[in-house]
């Protein structure tokens, strides 16, 4: 039958604690960012109602920001305000309600947005009617999405485990590339020579970057140039396809120029790749640095060595920490980038290099793109399961006749694209 899902738990909201609640011994405090998987950062070890504490097994519905429902599988702690911890009544099962609240919660919450970034759930939305059948059909239901989902979770898992092999194939593809080159057959000679690899191409030479890279500085006199924003996938890119945030023209004065075909570096993250290929003509901020590309250096070849592991390793070697004590902060300054030894080909080899990563970059990017639609459909198919077999839109106790449950996992997919193809 229909009901308020209200009639069917008591949801007791977390504690409402103070930053000066906070300390370092007693229970852990139960966040948001724990459910989601951070790690514990601040304890109480105060009195609390009894209704606040949490142990395993408890069902768990965060209400606000990220809306879902968790069986909570973390040893004890103090639920938070923004959750709640749910009570079933007699009449329905914990598992049946985890259930519900992943179908119905983040319509409510969209519901009770009305155009607000802010997504939360009201109080008003607990008197909001779900399917809440006899016991006996709740179970039959659980035991099914616990079966089915357990499934499209391990093709989820499989999909997102072949992303990762896929990026780290682009990325070892990549260092051989620029590092030993392409052709096969160059014999490979020792680089003791050099920090950052431990063999080079017989006929590669090793020079300093600054025999390719001279720093050019000119600075804005109006803040009226177009923005530029070094980015680690986009590169650099207009700051207004990138950002919301608006900067006046006064705000810019003293900015950096930049033109198209010149590098830029982020000294401030220089040991974590962020260089860039420019195409425009703009400014950047202050702090990065500009170079101009020698003759004798290909940029597309450079920015994807600039990107590979050994190279970042250098300049994290030669980054100096700014301010004083234990800053956080490493800066890559443009002397020491010129320092940095590199074996690297004539010309001509670079370009071909460069042209080789980035036909297999195309390739396994747009493999990685089928992937990730593929892990799309699993995950809006696992929602739409869910909210149908909670909302009594299908027959869980025929479904598997139908053939659904006993197809393969490599089946699914393709019935998803056919349902695809069909609407």
């Known amino acids: 039958m229909m009901m308020p899902i209200k009639h069917a ?7 409402a604690f103070k930053p000066s609640d906070w300390g370092d011994a007693g229970l852990p405090i139960l966040r948001i960012a724990q459910l989601t998987g951070g790690e514990f950062d601040n304890y109480f070890d105060g009195s609390i109602n009894r209704g606040h504490l949490i142990c395993n097994g408890d069902l768990l519905f965060s209400w606000s920001a990220t809306i879902d429902a968790f069986i909570w599988d973390r040893g004890d702690a103090i639920l938070n305000q923004h959750i709640f911890k749910v009570l079933p009544k007699k009449n329905a099962l914990k598992k049946y309600l985890y259930y519900v609240i992943k179908a ?6 969209d519901d009770d947005a009305h155009g607000s ?19 006996d059909t709740q179970k039959s239901v659980v035991d099914f999405l616990d079966r089915e989902i357990s499934l499209l979770d391990q093709m989820i898992e499989k999909k997102q485990r072949l992303s990762g092999i896929l990026d780290e194939k682009l990325a070892d593809e990549t260092l051989n590339a620029v590092t030993l080159g392409i052709d096969g057959s160059a014999e490979l000679v020792p680089s003791s020579e050099l920090e950052w690899t431990v063999s080079r191409p017989k006929h590669w030479k090793i020079v300093r970057l600054k025999y390719f890279f001279s720093e050019k500085t000119q600075y804005s ?9 070094l980015r680690m996938k986009e590169g650099l890119v207009p700051h207004n396809d990138v950002s919301d945030k608006e900067l006046l023209p006064s705000d810019l004065i003293g900015y950096k120029k930049v033109f198209p075909g010149q590098i830029v570096m982020n000294r401030m993250r220089a040991a974590i790749g962020l260089f860039g290929l420019s195409d425009f003509e703009g400014i950047v901020s202050p702090d990065y640095s500009i170079f101009d590309v020698g003759a004798s250096a290909h940029a597309g070849y450079f920015l994807r060595l600039f990107k590979t592991e050994p190279m970042k390793a250098a300049f994290r070697l030669l980054s100096k920490g700014l301010g004083t004590g234990h800053s956080g902060f490493m800066r890559l300054n443009s002397d020491n980038f010129g320092r940095i030894r590199v074996a690297v080909p004539e010309f001509e080899e670079q370009r071909e290099i460069s042209r080789y990563v980035e036909v297999r970059t195309k390739q396994i990017n747009e493999l990685q793109k089928k992937n990730q639609l593929s892990i799309d459909r699993l995950k809006e198919f696992r929602t739409a399961l869910i909210k149908n077999a909670v909302s009594g839109e299908i027959d869980v106790a025929t479904w598997g006749k139908s053939g659904h449950t006993d197809r393969r996992l490599d089946q699914i997919e393709e019935d998803m694209a056919l349902r695809e193809v069909r609407a």
């Not at 119905?104 to 919450?109: E, G, I, L, N, T």
């Not at 970034?117 to 016991?135: A, C, F, G, Q, Y």
């Open 221 to 229: 006199a109006n803040g009226e140039e177009m923005l530029l924003s």
């Open 104 to 109: 119905h919660a983040p319509r409510w919450a």
């Open 117 to 135: 970034t802010m997504r939360h759930i009201k109080k008003e939305s607990l008197s909001n009617k779900v399917w809440i059948p006899d016991l």
């Open 9 to 15: 738990a008591t949801f007791l909201n977390g504690a």
